[in-house]
């Protein structure tokens, strides 16, 4: 079968495969110095901006501290203005314009939607933010998340607590749950009620009250939670939801032992202790957030103070900069835009230096990162101090906390 | 039992505030014949308009109600005198085409001076609350359901006893007789549709008081006065009111008793129950 080749069979060959070589090369090259077009999709309008413009600060500092890092990145910006539909429209057109990725969305409707268009069109999504599991159900090639899904944020979350309780010598033998009904909400309630007995939390969830995600008046919900007599009271929000709900528990006169968000927004952000003020002290959030200890942490602390003095570095910023950074290092070693040589270089991602608490970051077969690791946060004198686990503890946690007519 | 009647009496509060608001939607129609897409777009304005005032002049919301209600009242006039007068004469569709893109320029103009954030304002009473025979009344509720009343009241007496409330009125039952009789009845719309937005502009500053402002909070409300002004009867005053604590009540009962989440959707459960049982509203009159 091996026929014989002759010389100018053999000079035609070595020149394809040089000139195909070279190509190659000449291609890496130049892959490296061109920037990767990142489609940024975030809802910087509607009833989510607040948080939305928050990942974007994220995904702002990045540029500058990933370029000094060696890495190139061009930011596209979509706004999905809180709506899934608008997510999906944005999604497309971001790839029509030449986006080369996808990276977003914050809320689990929204990314849900765009990683339907990220998988239709062949073009990655690194999600910054969303907790809906189904995400990385669905069998996508395409897709890639970093934060923590909505079991592995309960689980950690419901862990801390049981730490809290040991902690504090106080265990509450009953508590109910107020959830936003959004698809994170139910996720978070879903895995909430079903993990509770399973991992032998020591309390009992006597109710549940969900609410519309874009409410404007928590007054009847609090009261269905309050008359519940609970010890405990749960909370799924979101930001502003989250300051209404307060306001209405200090009205009612409703003081449980305390208030914890597990894995939800809204408690450790700044617009949360500015709106409440003394009222927000003491309220606990579950939760991932940065280790103060990582060098990068340090780095991107002191870029965001002075490109952003007026905000706070939290989440949203940590895990829209890690996600940036996944895009940018996956390119980097992809040396290409082509999309399947992005995701042959995502799925091998290993990062160890690393913003949020957490082991590097790798991708399971689906696509998910399932090193991150919680922090139990309380608000204290207006930010949010890691009261625990203890070896990242800034403070001691307080529990029970005080009423609403015993704050300074 | 006792926190079913806090809810209840929450939700009354709440429905002297829904009522203004939809009073305001309800004289405009009732004289006008043109339906006000930009309702909750000016409510917004409004809160707005108190927040900014109340920043800069210290003032509180209630003293500022008044000054609020005039400044809408001047822009509803100008509103009505300078463009809308215009498109009287051309079909409904044209003039919900315009109200729309009023609305939707107020929004972009909100969005664009203020920013997407909601914004709240800050007053020394926030938290308070009375307790009557164990019964909890939140404090900023009450007054902006006393200030909603005082309002409405004050309308009443405007159409009742004033020689242009009269004139309006006339407007409203016969136009081309008030024609007739020689009053002017294009700023007689005007000050109608000043009125309107007066009562909007009252309504949204005790609004603030109650829920955070901002930019598209506005098409909600259109919508939640559109409900109350059909089940109180298009064009009727108290039934705008009543609709306002119909709404407001089984809002409250319906989210306590079933579930919050679903409270929305009794209101228009309500509406079609109020549309089949009674098309033309509550105290609507028959065509």
Redesign the interface.
Known sequence: MIGRFSRREFGLGSFAIGASLAANGFRRARAQTTALKVGILLP????E??IG?GCQRGFDVSVPILRDMGYAIELMLADTESKPEVARVQAEKLIDEGANLLCGAWDSGQTAAVAQVSEQHGVPLVINIAADPKITEQGYKFVFRNFPNAPMLMTGALSLMRDLFETTGTTPKTAVLMAV?DTFGQAAQNAITTLVPKLGIPFRILDV????P????????V??A??SGADLHLAVTRL?DG??MI?EM????YEPMGIISPGSPGFYER?FSK?LGK?AEYAFSHNAWMDPNQPLTKIIDAAFRKMFPNDAFDLNVGFSFEAALIAADAYKRAGSTNPEALVEALRTTHLAQRVMIGDPIRFDEKGQNAGNRLASLQVRDGKPTVVLPVVNAEGKPVFPVPG?SQRG | ML?FV??IV??LL?GCVYGLMALGLSVIFGVIRIVNFAHGEMLAVAMYATLVLNQTLGLDPFLLMPLVALVLFLAGYVLQDRLINRYMARPEHDQFLLLIAVSIMLTSSM?IAF????R?IQVDY????YELGGV?I?K??MLAALGAVGGSAALWLFFRFTRIGKSIRACADNQVGAQVVGLDVKRLYAVTFGIGAGCVGASGGLLLL???V?P??AA?YTLLAFIIVIIGGLGSMPGALLGGLLVGVS??AS??LI???L??MFSFGLLIIVLLVRPRGLFGRSA
Do not use: C, H
């Open positions: 910087r309008s509607g009833f901006a607040q413009q009904n009250v969900s609410y519309d874009q409410a404007k008046d928590l007054s009847i919900e009261a269905k309050k008359s502003n300051i209404l306001r200090v009205k009612q006169r617009p709106a009222y609403w | 926190t806090n809810v929450a939700g709440t969005l920013g997407p954030d909601a709240t926030a938290y308070d609350s909890l939140d900023v509720r109650l829920v955070d901002q598209y909070i909600d809002e409250a989210g306590f579930m919050p989440s409270k929305s």
